[in-house]
């Protein structure tokens, strides 16, 4: 798309990163993103929260801390009461509260389906925002939250999901990943994104075209949220979403031979409000292990390593 050429412009679209970062002055940037979808639980109020903590992520992704948030909504008032659309943006505010950030205002439309999400802006020093170009050579991989949610949310739709897991994976959607403001603060990464609708085998991949390296990911140390996630996938309970990632990615990514069909899904799982995935210089690790353990980190995974350019942009093994 056409752009206007502003040196301030930090982070824009051309590297496909979370949000924008635009610098104000030497000591503060803005962290600028827009996020919104359709809902992926039944109860209004869960559905809110969930959509605001993943239009959250995309700052946090980025370093900073969230500040202003704005709503975004498409809603079909001839389907839902009014209640329940005021459900949905309870969730919302009670979710921008947690992150003590100020819900401003916002906009909404009617919609033949509902539609939810935050703008939000926030702010990050201008020479430590992170960015998914910024990886290099020697970096070690770390997850912060298991994978999986595109799974759980088909088996649920399919009436085959335990209602513990369930209750899961609403944890894992529904936490915020702060993380990655204190991170930003502490110098201690490099690279950095979430992992949300391109699954963790896309988003990986686009962190490593924009650094231009390559990464080896260590399959056995990708964590699913719960061993019946490999089982729904081996009874094909798995999203379009998920298997058309899998099929866009294929030709960055060499698969070991030992790497099964279901792995290969796990990866591929269309995330909703995921975990960050950060790219550590091996000095930092040991810092950064000890923040996550003491943070809402979910796990703290080392999934690989960044290495050199190479053929593919990931090798699993």
């Known amino acids: 798309m056409p752009q206007y050429p502003d040196p301030n412009l930090l982070v824009g679209s051309s590297t496909a990163d979370d949000a924008g970062v635009y610098r104000l002055n030497d000591e503060t940037s803005l962290v600028q993103t827009l996020d919104f979808f359709t809902p992926i639980v039944d109860d209004p109020y869960l559905f809110g929260r969930i959509a605001a903590t993943n239009s959250l992520s995309d700052v946090y992704a980025m370093g900073g801390r969230p500040i202003t948030a704005m709503a975004i909504a ?29 819900l401003v205002g916002g906009h909404t439309i009617k919609n033949p389906q509902p539609i939810y999400g935050l703008s ?7 020479e430590n925002f992170l960015a998914n170009a910024h990886c290099k050579p020697g970096d070690t991989l770390i997850l912060t939250k298991p994978l999986g949610t595109g799974i759980i949310s088909t088996a649920v739709k399919r009436g085959i999901c335990p209602d513990e897991l369930q209750e899961l994976a609403i944890q894992a959607m ?9 991170l930003a603060d502490k110098k201690l990464v490099n690279g950095c994104t979430d992992i ?19 990464a080896e990911i260590d399959t056995n140390s990708v964590p699913a949220l719960s061993p019946l996630v490999m089982k729904f996938i081996e009874e094909d309970c798995v999203p379009g979403g998920s298997k058309k990632n899998l099929l866009n990615i294929a030709p960055s990514v060499n698969f070991g031979d030992n790497i099964s069909e279901a792995v290969k899904l796990l990866m591929a799982d269309a995330q909703t409000s995921g975990g960050l995935l ?40």
């Open 196 to 214: 949300t609708g391109f699954g963790f085998l896309g988003h990986l991949a686009e962190m490593m075209k924009g650094s231009n390296t390559s």
């Open 120 to 126: 939000v802006t926030g702010l990050v020093h201008t």
């Open 174 to 182: 529904t936490t915020l990943n702060r993380s990655g403001a204190t």
């Open 74 to 102: 498409g809603m079909p008032d001839d389907l839902l009461s009014n209640e329940d659309i005021a459900e949905v943006f309870r969730g919302g505010a009670d979710m921008v509260a947690e992150a003590q950030c100020s």
């Open 278 to 317: 950060l790219s550590v210089p091996p000095e930092n690790e040991a810092e950064t292990l000890d923040i996550l353990a003491n943070s809402e980190a979910l796990c703290v995974s080392i999934v690989g390593q960044v290495t050199n350019k190479q053929a593919h942009d990931i090798f699993c093994s």
